[in-house]
Structures are given as C-alpha cells and as structure tokens.
T-cell receptor
C-alpha cells in the first residue's frame, strides 16, 4: 500500500510554454502533499507544501506565480510550471502524507517516482 | 534550523562486505532522522527512521542505523552488501512540533562491486 504516482514521468517542452505535473496517492487519502525539486547530484529541495482545499505554502525563494500548485482532492495535487525556461529543467518529485493514523506513522511521507522536465 | 551532512558522495564496496554510509545532523530540537533509498526511475523508499525511541533502529533489507546524540551522527550500516543495494541513499532530518518538513542531505551513491 501507500503508493504515489506521478504523471508524466518525462516531459520535454519549448521555452515559454506551461507544463502540468500530476501527483496522485493511489490507495490512500493525503491531506498534505509536498513538492520537491532535485538537481543533478544534489539534494532534494522542498518547493512547497500543499494542503487539500487551501493555498499552498511556498518555501523561501520559490516563485508561487511560476510554480502553481493545486490540491483539489485528497488524492490529487498538480504542479504547473508556467512560462517554462531552460533553467526550470529539473527532476520534480512529490510526496504525500497519510490523512489519518493507521498502519503507518501519520507523519511518514510517501514519494512518487519523479518527473523529469526538460525545457528547450 | 536543521541540516544534515552526508560525509561521502560515493561509496564502493564489494558484494558480501559491510556497508557504512555516514551522516551527521544538526538540529535545534529533538530530531527525527530517516534514511531513504532512491533507485533509478523509482520513488524514494523509506529504509528506517528514528523518532526518539530506541537508538538502534532496524530497517528493511537488513539495514540499520544508530542514533548517537553525543556525536550528532546517524550512520547507516549493513553487514553484507548485495548487488541490489546499489542506489542513492539520503539521510533526512525532520523537527517535530508539527513540522513535517524534511531536510535532505546531498546523498551518497552506493556502488556494489561484483
């Protein structure tokens, strides 16, 4: 159980276009989802925390108008990279936290497989 | 503030020999500490976690880690490496008090030599 999927796994787009990445919790409900960015040979950097039904909380230095996050349901959060530029090329990873205590620690995050974005 | 330092960016061991991946942490409060593994094209998987209970934590796939407050360390070990252990490993710290934010180390790539 506790599987998180991301779609697409890879995307290539032209500079100036927008790209939407989906993050889904497949077998559990997630009140909170997190979006990370991972640079080559670098650590994961938290971009924003997304709570179902409310506005996302962005980390310092992350442009909220460029990285639009929507957490419309307990199983889906989306990240839209608007007006993408080559410097936005990266590996984007989401994670989801269980809504309720059950078989899992209620603070454990389950990670998706990531989305590789390449902006030409 | 909290941070983690993974002391080795790359570790190579022969199959069947012990594995040691080093991690030091810094935290103003009592930390929760985690080790995650990342295989290519797969999501990060939790290996084990420390949350102020037993200082020696056993995880999946034969891995374990020991929380040493005096040394601010949380090193990951395994007695005998397997080819399937080749992956990227991340040491992660989180501070409680309702803060679920995870702070990741820079990762250690583990290579297993046949």
């Amino acid at each position: 159980g506790a599987v998180v999927s991301q779609h697409p796994s890879r995307v290539i787009c032209k500079s100036g276009t927008s790209v939407k990445i989906e993050c889904r919790s497949l077998d559990f409900q997630a009140t909170t989802m997190f979006w990370y960015r991972q640079f080559p040979k670098k650590s994961l950097m938290l971009m924003a925390t997304s709570n179902e039904g409310s506005k996302a909380t962005y980390e310092q230095g992350v442009e909220k108008d460029k990285f639009l996050i929507n957490h419309a349901s307990l199983t889906l959060s989306t990240l839209t990279v608007t007006s993408a530029h080559p410097e936005d090329s990266s590996f984007y990873i989401c994670s989801a936290r269980l809504a309720a205590v059950g078989d899992y620690d209620d603070n454990e995050q389950f990670f998706g497989p990531g989305t590789r974005l390449t902006v030409l | 503030a909290q941070s983690v330092t993974q002391l080795d960016s790359h570790v190579s061991v022969s199959e069947g020999t012990p594995v040691l991946l080093r991690c030091n942490y810094s935290s103003s409060y009592s930390p929760s500490l985690f080790w995650y593994v990342q295989h290519p094209n797969k999501g990060l998987q939790l290996l084990l976690k420390y949350t102020s209970a037993a200082t020696l934590v056993k995880g999946i796939n034969g891995f374990e880690a020991e929380f040493k407050k005096s040394e601010t360390s949380f090193h990951l070990t395994k007695p005998s490496a397997h080819m399937s252990d080749a992956a990227e490993y991340f040491c992660v710290v989180s501070v409680n008090f309702g803060n679920e934010k995870l702070t990741f180390g820079t990762g250690t790539r583990l290579t297993i030599i046949p």
